[in-house]
């Protein structure tokens, strides 16, 4: 059992993804945050190395300060034993020892206040001071490089996470109002529908790639609507076109049938051509009428009295059923009320009636159930050729009788998909059912 | 009876002037929307047969025309547009009926002498063929006196036949004048025919000659001269 329930198609899709404002400005806040963290590791080291070095400088500089103040004590004292106190260390050495460069070292020395070993910095240099040669050692605590690499480090994650923090909040004010026009023209494209044949207006605005767009926007639509417009008419004004010729065509068969001394078989070439005709124009307007329906010309809804209708419909074609011999059942709710055009639910109606009846058995039998829900109208009669989800399309036949032109039931679901009905159909007990749900 | 054909497209003008004149009618012809007004302003016609798409106005406009100057003229609105609007619209501003294409003529003919007999108010309401008095008000059709019981459709159906008198009338043409163009020819040729073995079955009975000959191959004549 193969049910298929078409959708109805909404001109407006629903809106199941909101705009997510955020969306184009995170991305971009999010590579400049990935840059700016790449800009900040580089700079960190930069920042080492420059404090590090600024230090040393420093450190090189002070112990020197200190040399020269011990050299100048040396003159004053005229050392002669060898002069040990904290961080200093002076010994007197033999004449004849050559004055050396300034040495710096790093060392580890008890710190005396602390108590532990800690880095130092070491100045080792002999200098000859009057005629005698001094060893001469000192060093002072230095500032290590893990002080450094941490004081740096915290600083700029600080800097970081600030910066972080202050890019998201204001990209995300900024681009609500930079991204506005935007929006705009987005929540009116959503809006924007050829059938209303409305003007297209933007608004101007201080971007100039959104300007680009609204005036892209505004030709193109400006342009569907001209090209919508132009095939519409083409459609209906070549639909009707159609119809003149064919009724010369048939008319001058219908003369030609009323000459004298026909045959038999001449007549009934005529008629057979005469019915030729009749099709082509009945399919003419099947088609006009899909287009209509497509371009939303029957736009006349209100509460409809499916009821009476139906019921007006099938004394309509009661003859036709007597005739068929088809036994009817119906069950139809009174007053049953639903919003849709007039015209169109005439023509509903029509369609699956006389579908109804034309594909039957003689004898058969035809269910027509009403209520406020659904219309349900089943049928027995041959079962379908083709695939039933193919059933609602145009041209396609559930079998190849004669004379119909595939068109019925592909109005009915146009119908239903404009007034807003779910059709199905489904083959149970050897009856055809079709279902429209309101 | 005078009508006057307005319609644009010469070939379809040949086609109804030529079928009406064969009916008796007197048939003049214009094309375009001026030279409808000139004719209308000069003579006088029973019918007047207007074609909504002229070259140089709206036919329509003809029916307003001829509402504003009080004229009583019959007026029968051919249409390529077979819209329930224009219809509508149509019959609001005063049109007698309203025919879309295509048509057959034999339809045609039967709307045609339909107006006409609605506009004789004065006159019977009466037809008669032979021994056969039809009363196109009550709806009785009579055979030497003796009333035939017969359906509604049974009743359109004779007139129909009788309208177009010693004509072919296909039985495509009957379905559709009998039940609109909604109903399909293959479904209701068998009704046709149903119908035409009843109607020929009273007549007979009542002592009427089997006036409705069967066209082998085509449809139906109602035949006065057997």
Request: charged share 25%; proline share 2%; net charge neutral.
């Amino acid at each position: 059992m193969v049910k298929i329930i078409s959708k109805p198609c909404t001109d407006r899709v629903t809106n199941s993804t909101p705009i997510f404002k955020m969306r184009l400005i995170l991305k971009i806040t999010i590579i400049y945050l990935l840059i700016s963290l790449l800009v900040f590791m580089l700079g960190g080291v930069i920042t080492f190395e420059v404090i590090k070095r600024e230090v040393d400088f420093e450190q090189q500089r002070f112990l020197r300060e200190r040399l020269t103040s011990a050299e100048k004590m040396i003159e004053r004292r005229k050392l002669s034993r060898p002069f040990v106190r904290d961080k200093i260390s002076i010994i007197p050495l033999d004449s004849g020892v050559q004055e050396t460069k300034v040495h710096y070292s790093d060392t580890i020395v008890m710190h005396s206040t602390l108590q532990r070993l800690e880095p130092h910095i070491k100045l080792d240099v002999i200098k000859v001071i009057n005629n005698r040669p001094y060893k001469i050692s000192m060093y002072d605590l230095i500032i290590e490089e893990d002080d450094i690499a941490d004081g740096v480090q915290e600083s700029l994650l600080k800097m970081y996470l600030l910066l972080t923090f202050v890019v998201l909040i204001l990209s995300g004010l900024t681009s609500l109002w930079i991204l506005k026009p935007f929006n705009k023209a987005l929540q009116r494209i959503k809006d924007f529908s050829l059938m209303r044949n409305q003007e297209y207006k933007y608004e101007h605005s201080s971007t100039s790639e959104f300007n680009k767009l609204n005036q892209f926007l505004e030709e193109m639509t400006r342009k569907m609507q001209k090209d919508y417009q132009a095939v519409k008419e083409f459609t209906e004004n070549a639909a009707h076109e159609i119809q003149t010729p064919l009724t010369i065509a048939s008319g001058k068969l219908e003369i030609l049938l009323n000459t004298e001394k026909l045959s038999e078989e001449q007549s009934a070439m005529i008629i057979s051509a005469q019915q030729s005709l009749k099709r082509l124009s009945k399919m003419n307007q099947s088609l006009l009428l899909l287009t209509k329906i497509d371009n939303k010309e029957f736009e006349n809804v209100g509460q409809i009295n499916i009821s009476a209708e139906l019921e007006r419909q099938i004394f309509d074609f009661e003859e036709l059923i007597e005739l068929k011999s088809i036994t009817l059942n119906k069950e139809i709710e009174g007053n049953v009320k639903v919003e849709m055009d007039a015209v169109l639910c005439g023509i509903l109606i029509t369609n699956l009636v006389k579908n109804a009846i034309r594909h039957n058995f003689e004898a058969g039998r035809i269910k027509i159930l009403l209520n406020h829900k659904k219309l349900i109208i089943s049928n027995t009669g041959e079962p379908l050729s083709i695939e039933p989800q193919l059933l609602f399309d145009r041209f396609k036949k559930g079998n190849q009788s004669q004379e119909s032109l595939g068109l019925g039931l592909a109005i009915v679901k146009k119908i239903c998909d404009v007034s807003g009905f779910e059709i199905g159909y489904k083959f149970k007990n050897d009856e055809h059912q079709i279902e429209v749900t309101f | 009876m005078k009508v006057l054909l307005v319609e644009d497209n010469v070939e379809l003008t040949q086609n109804v002037s030529g079928y009406l004149s064969k009916e008796g009618y007197v048939v003049e012809c214009a094309s375009t929307y001026a030279s409808a007004i000139d004719k209308l302003a000069g003579f006088d016609y029973d019918i007047v047969l207007l074609d909504i798409m002229l070259p140089d106005n709206n036919g329509l406009e003809i029916l307003k025309y001829l509402k504003a100057h009080n004229s009583d003229m019959g007026v029968l609105i051919l249409s390529a547009k077979d819209a329930l609007e224009d219809r509508i619209h149509g019959l609001e501003l005063g049109a007698d009926d309203y025919l879309p294409k295509p048509f057959h003529l034999s339809e045609l003919n039967a709307r045609i002498k339909s107006i006409y007999r609605r506009r004789q108010l004065s006159g019977s309401s009466e037809m008669v063929v032979g021994e056969i008095r039809i009363d196109t008000k009550t709806l009785e059709i009579r055979v030497a006196n003796i009333l035939l019981d017969l359906t509604r459709k049974e009743f359109e159906m004779f007139l129909y036949l009788v309208v177009n008198k010693n004509r072919v009338l296909t039985k495509q043409s009957i379905a559709e004048h009998l039940w609109g163009d909604y109903m399909d020819s293959m479904d209701s040729f068998d009704f046709v025919y149903q119908h035409i073995k009843n109607l020929r079955k009273k007549i007979t009975a009542a002592g009427g000659k089997d006036y409705i000959q069967t066209m082998y191959g085509s449809g139906y004549k109602f035949n006065t001269n057997i």
